[in-house]
């Protein structure tokens, strides 16, 4: 299927839009049916499937796909971002003067690149290379489970404006994907991103035959990570957005049923002795992990700041999918956790 899907449709407001979806993938295909069956109210096209990410579901009558991603952008005035998080920068280089600047847009993405500078989340990456504003819509969505309408939860995160906030939420929103709005783009855009390495140790914990107890422990300190990373990144993030559903929800979810968990078991089955790529690539037909470049990217935040030691889980993932650590160490460094807390927005241990 082609990179691309444009749909149209009315606002509440009677504004015309033209909503363009970039990325066709597993969640991509979903999020252009969401929107497709929100928008169904003016023109009618073809009825698309995704044969090869989402066979047997139909994306709805006015979503069109298109090859051309100039093309498909050139008139949209809603962007909806949902690729893989490596091929991002690329395709924002690409679209560089080619979106209208009136556009408004959405990240679905989560990841982050790093830069000289520090980490740059896909959202700024969008803002800044496009000029445009970008919110960010994560949470406990494992895609197959919502193209099958299966009830869940979504949160949009916004940095100023709550009515650009709110467009969002009515295009998303059905019966079965409930949306809200939190004013933490980067709490939310973390979230989505840092949940992808703990997912990681989850199916590690998986693949070396361990119980729930430890799954749940894996769970909490991962999640003491992420909040402690983020606040560290960002003074700005908010400590309820960690129980949006972009934070817990989502973190259950992916170290329960996701594709990072399901990959990182089969890691930790092999004994570490197949890679990563040969196992993504046999075991998910061109789908793609985010956690084992995300691991590698939190590593480098964190040892450009001397701070691995404070961030033992985060550490010991990317250690072990490079193979400098068996699987099993992900259950070692606990004894050496620190206590930490946050004070004025650096760690400090207590
Ligand atoms: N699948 C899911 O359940 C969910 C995924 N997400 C996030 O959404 C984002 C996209 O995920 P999916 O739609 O699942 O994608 P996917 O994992 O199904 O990846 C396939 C997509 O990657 C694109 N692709 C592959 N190689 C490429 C290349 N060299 N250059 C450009 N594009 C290339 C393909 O065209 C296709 O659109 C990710 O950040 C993911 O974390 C978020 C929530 C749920
Ligand atoms: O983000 C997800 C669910 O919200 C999907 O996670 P995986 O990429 O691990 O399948």
């Not at 449709?9 to 929100?38: E, M, Q, Y």
């Not at 690149?113 to 800044?128: A, D, R, T």
């Not at 957005?241 to 934070?247: L, Y």
Request: hydrophobic letters at 40%; glycine letters at 8%; aromatic letters at 8%.
């Amino acid at each position: 299927m082609s990179p691309t899907t444009a749909i149209d449709g009315n606002s509440s407001t009677n504004k015309k839009f033209k909503v363009t979806v970039v990325g066709s993938g597993n969640w991509g295909s979903v999020a252009a049916k969401l929107i497709g069956s929100n928008t169904l109210k003016l023109s009618s096209f073809h009825d698309e499937e995704n044969v090869k990410y989402l066979p047997g579901i139909k994306l709805g009558r006015n979503v069109v796909a298109d090859p051309d991603l100039v093309n498909a952008v050139k008139d949209a005035n809603m962007l909806v971002f949902v690729t893989p998080h490596q091929f991002m920068e690329g395709i924002c280089r690409r679209l560089v003067g080619k979106v209208r600047s009136d556009a408004e847009a959405i990240s679905l993405i989560k990841g982050m690149e790093v830069k000289m500078e520090g980490p740059c989340m896909i959202s700024s990456l969008i803002s800044e290379l496009l000029g445009i504003n970008c919110c960010v819509l994560m949470g406990a969505n494992i895609a197959n489970e919502i193209a099958k309408e299966m009830f869940s939860e979504a949160t949009v995160g916004y940095r100023e404006h709550r009515e650009v906030a709110e467009r969002w939420v009515n295009l998303f929103s059905t019966t079965y994907f409930i949306v809200s709005p939190v004013q933490d783009v980067e709490g939310v855009e973390l979230c989505g991103t840092l949940k992808n390495v703990v997912a990681l140790a989850a199916g590690f914990v998986d693949g070396l035959d361990m119980g729930n107890n430890t799954k749940a422990a894996i769970m909490r300190i991962g999640l003491r990570e992420m909040r402690v990373f983020s606040k560290l990144m960002f003074s700005s993030v908010k400590d309820n957005t960690f129980f949006e559903s972009c934070g817990v929800a989502d973190l259950i979810t992916t170290c329960l049923g996701g594709r990072n968990r399901k990959v990182a078991e089969a890691f930790a089955r092999n004994g570490g002795k197949r890679s990563f790529d040969e196992l993504e690539a046999e075991m998910l037909q061109g789908q793609k992990l985010q956690g084992v470049s995300t691991a590698k990217e939190v590593y480098e935040v964190l040892s450009k700041r001397g701070w691995q030691e404070l961030f033992p889980l985060f550490t010991t993932v990317h250690e072990i999918t490079i193979g400098h650590l068996p699987p099993s160490a992900i259950v070692e460094y606990s004894e050496h956790t620190p206590n930490f807390s946050l004070v004025e927005g650096s760690a400090q241990y207590y």
